[in-house]
């Protein structure tokens, strides 16, 4: 009895084939990220590896994280508020929102006052906690502030 594995292999290659051309294989797929989110910045505090008081000088560069594109900021540290060290000059990677959403919460904070930073010490140096939660205006006396900023996308 002979097998006819032709017709078979046939319909899995216009199988494969089809797939490709329906967009299964899509390039302009978006990357998202499900972040965390704090109910306060005490909670972000608790979750960093380090909170730094300072001031976001200017755009260091980008890199790649998880294949989206993510700035790379100069921040000149005033004081480590927990963790962190001695250095007075820090890199920190403002971590990508994702889903197409390209906003950047460093950009605002570039060349005026000073902020507060929630940061994980990752193997590629500093980074944001989270896009959102991973900076914010310093409460009174310089510190970690008791609560968010109102959202003014609510």
Do not use: K
């Amino acid at each position: 009895m002979r097998r006819r594995t032709a017709p078979c292999a046939a319909i899995v290659l216009a199988l494969a084939v089809s797939l490709q051309l329906t967009g299964c294989a899509n390039p302009a797929a978006q990357t998202c990220f499900d972040w965390p989110h704090f109910a306060d910045p005490s909670a972000a505090a608790d979750e960093a590896d380090a909170v730094a008081l300072g001031r976001v000088v200017d755009q260091e560069g980008t890199v790649s994280y998880y294949g989206v594109p993510a700035a790379t900021w100069n921040v000149a540290v005033d004081e480590w508020i927990s963790g962190g060290g001695a250095d007075a000059d820090i890199v920190v990677t403002s971590v990508p929102r994702g889903c197409g959403d390209t906003d950047d919460s460093m950009t605002h904070a570039a060349g005026g006052d000073p902020v507060v930073l929630f940061l994980h010490d990752s193997d590629d140096g500093w980074q944001t906690v989270t896009p959102r939660q991973g900076i914010v205006e310093p409460g009174p006396g310089g510190g970690v502030p008791a609560g968010w900023p109102p959202d003014p996308n609510n």
